[in-house]
Structures are given as C-alpha cells and as structure tokens.
C-alpha cells in the first residue's frame, strides 16, 4: 500500500512539472468550488437545530429531526413532491430529445450558411434575460396575447393562460425546449463533428442513404453523449428551477405550479424559516443525489457508459 501511494505522489509530481500551467488553469475553478461548495456545507448542520441568528450555528439549539418531521406532515407535501417530479419528468421527457433531433437535422443540412444563421437564431434565446422571457411569455398567454389569437383561428374562446392550472406545465416546458434547444445543441453538434469521416465514406460505399447513416452511425455515435447527459439531468429531477416559476406562476396555479424551490424560496427568503427551509433542501438534495447514483450505476449496466 505504501509503494503504490508513494508511485501516485511520485507520477502526480512529475505530471504537476510537466503540466503546471493547465492546473494553474484549473485552479480558479476548483477555488470557486471549495469556497462556494464546500466550506458552507458545514451550514446544513441547521437543519438539525433551531437557528438563531444572534446564536450563530454552534450556539444554536439541536431539534433532531423536528423541521424533517414538520416538512413531511406540511399537508401540502405531496402536491409540492407531485408538481416538482411532473414538471421536471415532462422536461426531461420532451427536452432532452430536442436538441439531439436538431442537431441531427442541422447537421443534414449542406446549405453551410443556411446552417449558421439558424443556428445562431436557436442559441440566442440562452442569452436572453429570464426576466425578458418571461416578460414576453406573459404577454403571450394574455387573454388577448398571440397565444389566444391563434387559438382563436380554431374557435377556441381566449382566455388568460397563466390563470389556467393544467396549461402551466405545457408552457413550461415548451418555453424550456425554445430556450435550450440551439445552446444545448451544440454539445452533440461537437459530438457529430467528432465521428471518423471513414465511417461515413464505408457506408456511402455499402450504398447507405442519409437516414440509415442518421440512424446506424450518428445516433449510436453520439449515445453516451446523451446518456451522460442524461444522468446528469435525473440528478436535478428535484430542483425545478425557481427562478422561472416565480416569475410566471400566481395564486391561482398554486395546485400544479408550486414546487419544492418555490417553496423553499417562500419559507427561507420571505418567512425567515432558515432551519426548516435547510432541512427541505436537504431532503431534496439527498432525493437527487440517490437518483444521480442509481441512473448511473443503471447506465453502467445497461450500456457501459457511465459517470464514474
């Protein structure tokens, strides 16, 4: 055991002095992450006491698991567990699709400036203010909005959307697939570009048509892009952003768009609750986590492409 850590100090010596400017490269990174990441966890030790601010967090007094307890008898827990899981699922569902189908088609696409500025037009959404799109989302969903005009091609009476609970979660998530589609894109974009031309030129021999090397070479290509992705995204099922939500939903959508990080934001940031909000967050944080490690470790046995 000796030996093979002092051959591990030794290699990751010789390694430093060969590449001692890529980590000086890395090391704002991994600063911004022990700071920001790791010295505050010792905080999630008030989701165990009552804190009080004047006491601090060690003068604070233990409560067990009295805020846990208080979360899961909260009458509303199970709506706001029910919303989070069917927001986050339809996102996934619908969203992780998208880019790779668009992908796929940008990069059947041989007008190479055609490409280009629709590309462009898709990636400038992710550079939008969220503020901006959903200023633009409320106007449309007016009862007199874009929205209610096209339904309105079709005889449906207008009506205001935002005040509708069942249409919340379409919006949601076909907002979503507008704003993320083109930035998300280049990913497997990057991943396509990365495909030997061999195999094309040998499928083009066998006498294969553009939908069968679509289908037989780019998407299996690009697979443990995805799936890596994927994982990555299951361990977020439970953090539906906040920040859109909170600026699209109201009083009377409470039943199918309130979720566990509005919440969170209403508990912890409005209510002054910092315990029990630390003990919800928790909570929530241990859900992905167990998520992140059973889809990969599922992923690992199904496909053999995995994060760790």
């Not at 927001?87 to 940008?106: K, Q």
């Not at 009862?143 to 207008?158: H, K, R």
């Not at 497997?188 to 040998?202: M, S």
Request: aromatic share 16%; with cysteine; net charge positive.
């Amino acid at each position: 055991m000796k030996n093979k850590k002092t051959t591990d100090r030794l290699t990751f010596q010789k390694d430093f002095r060969r590449n001692w400017s890529l980590y000086l490269l890395a090391l704002p990174v991994i600063l911004f992450y022990i700071i920001f990441h790791y010295v505050p966890m010792y905080g999630i030790s008030i989701a165990f006491k009552d804190f009080k601010m004047n006491l601090g967090i060690f003068g604070s007094n233990f409560a067990g698991l009295k805020h846990f307890k208080a979360f899961f008898e909260y009458p509303n827990f199970w709506r706001l567990i029910g919303n989070t899981v069917r927001i986050s699922l339809c996102t996934l569902i619908f969203g992780m699709p998208a880019p790779v189908i668009f992908a796929l088609l940008l990069n059947e696409l041989r007008m190479k400036k055609l490409r280009s500025v629709i590309q462009t037009v898709s990636i400038f959404p992710h550079f939008v203010s969220l503020v901006v799109v959903c200023s633009i989302i409320k106007e449309f969903c007016l009862s007199d909005g874009l929205f209610n005009v096209i339904a309105g091609w079709f005889g449906i009476a207008p009506r205001s959307l935002l005040q509708v609970p069942g249409a919340f979660t379409p919006i949601y998530v076909i907002s979503h697939i507008w704003e993320k589609t083109g930035w998300s894109s280049l990913i497997y974009l990057a991943a396509i570009a990365g495909i030997n031309a061999q195999i094309y030129e040998a499928a083009d021999i066998d006498g294969a048509g553009r939908f069968q090397k679509m289908w037989y070479i780019t998407l299996p290509c690009i697979r443990p892009t995805f799936i890596i992705l994927f994982i990555m995204a299951v361990g977020g099922v439970m953090s539906v952003g906040s920040e859109k939500i909170l600026l699209l939903y109201n009083e009377t959508i409470y039943s199918h768009a309130d979720v566990i990080s509005t919440y969170l934001y209403r508990k912890g940031l409005l209510e002054f609750n910092f315990s029990y909000s630390t003990a919800v967050n928790l909570f929530n944080s241990v859900i992905n986590f167990t998520l992140v490690m059973a889809a990969n470790r599922i992923s690992k046995r199904l496909s053999d492409t995995s994060l760790f």
